[in-house]
């Protein structure tokens, strides 16, 4: 009994000592991956394969929406493939088509429409009925702004509106956050830039059997290490191969799209979401590629992960 008792004034004490301790610190939150992000997209090394989602999470949300964009953040990719458009007074807002009958619940070209008309219509999903959210087509600072800090940008069509983006970006501080592509010859992109203090990330788009596609490559591979390089390809071949080689060799990082076979070999989303990820997404990086565009973000991320190749 005696024991017992003993025993119980050594549990009150441990207890009473523990009370008065200055309470445990919290885990510090995590800090944001932007940092993360930027550093493995400029670093050739970096064995992470970075997740780019191609309009957004658009098999849950209308494509280029808000919603659409806050998802595949809250998935862990890396970044976000955008499109715009420019309306009638000069508002640029999100858009792969020129029109707005596809997306919207209205019919008109966006050109010939001021950004208020646009307002009037709700997104629709991709089955192509109006969205329950009740969404509207957003402008490019609105979502940029969401982005911001969080996630990195590819603008389809960036180029397009070169001046305007730049414009929006450094408003909002975000210019080293968004990316945008072309085949465009290298003075053009390199007199555009030296227009600006800063600059939109650049990446030359390049299709190894296209003949105009060569002499542009061998212009961007004579000058310094690019971003990245996106080889466009409908079958693997030396050719092809030979692209992947150089731009590797050049100390650039290489991305391919995965969207559908035509650009990338017969290897797309929907081959791998039927067959095998892991056979599909394996082929790909494999290669080299460190920078995949996909139409199925959370499978991508599950196969990478499961290589230890995405965070």
Not at 72 to 90: F, H, N, P, R, Y
Not at 104 to 120: L, S, V
Not at 183 to 208: C, F, G, R
Request: proline share 4%; aromatic share 6%.
């Amino acid at each position: 009994m005696k024991k017992f008792f003993l025993s119980l004034c050594v549990v009150a004490a441990m207890l009473m000592t523990a009370c008065n301790q200055a309470p445990a610190e919290a885990p510090a939150a995590k800090a944001n991956n932007i940092e993360t992000i930027l550093k493995n997209l400029h670093d050739p090394k970096s064995k992470q394969v970075l997740v780019v989602c191609h309009r957004g999470d658009w098999r849950n949300y209308p494509e280029n929406s808000i919603p659409a964009i806050e998802s595949v953040i809250k998935m862990g990719a890396d970044m976000v493939e955008i499109d715009i458009q420019l309306t009638k007074d000069s508002v640029l807002v999100l858009s792969h088509d020129r029109t707005i009958n596809r997306c919207t619940t209205g019919k008109g070209n966006i050109n010939e429409m001021t950004y208020e008309e646009i307002q009037q219509y709700y997104l629709k999903t991709a089955h192509n009925v109006r969205s329950s959210l009740d969404l509207k087509m957003p402008t490019l600072e609105e979502a940029l702004a969401v982005c911001k800090d969080r996630i990195t940008v590819n603008l389809d069509k960036g180029y397009d509106y070169y001046d305007l983006v730049v414009e929006i970006t450094e408003k909002l501080g975000v210019t080293d956050q968004v990316l945008i592509k072309g085949s465009k010859p290298v003075a053009e992109v390199q007199a555009k830039m030296a227009e600006h203090k800063n600059n939109l990330l650049y990446m030359p788009v390049i299709t190894p059997t296209n003949e105009k596609h060569k002499a542009l490559f061998d212009d961007y591979i004579a000058e310094k290490p690019q971003l990245a390089y996106e080889i466009c390809f409908d079958e693997m071949n030396a050719e092809v191969e030979s692209a992947v080689k150089r731009v590797l060799d050049s100390g650039s990082k290489l991305w391919v799209n995965t969207l559908w076979n035509s650009l990338c070999g017969g290897w797309s989303d929907d081959v791998a979401f039927e067959t095998s990820a892991a056979e599909v997404y394996g082929k790909v990086v494999d290669m080299g590629t460190t920078i995949i565009q996909t139409d199925r973000p959370e499978m991508l991320i599950e196969y990478l992960r499961s290589r230890g190749l995405h965070d």
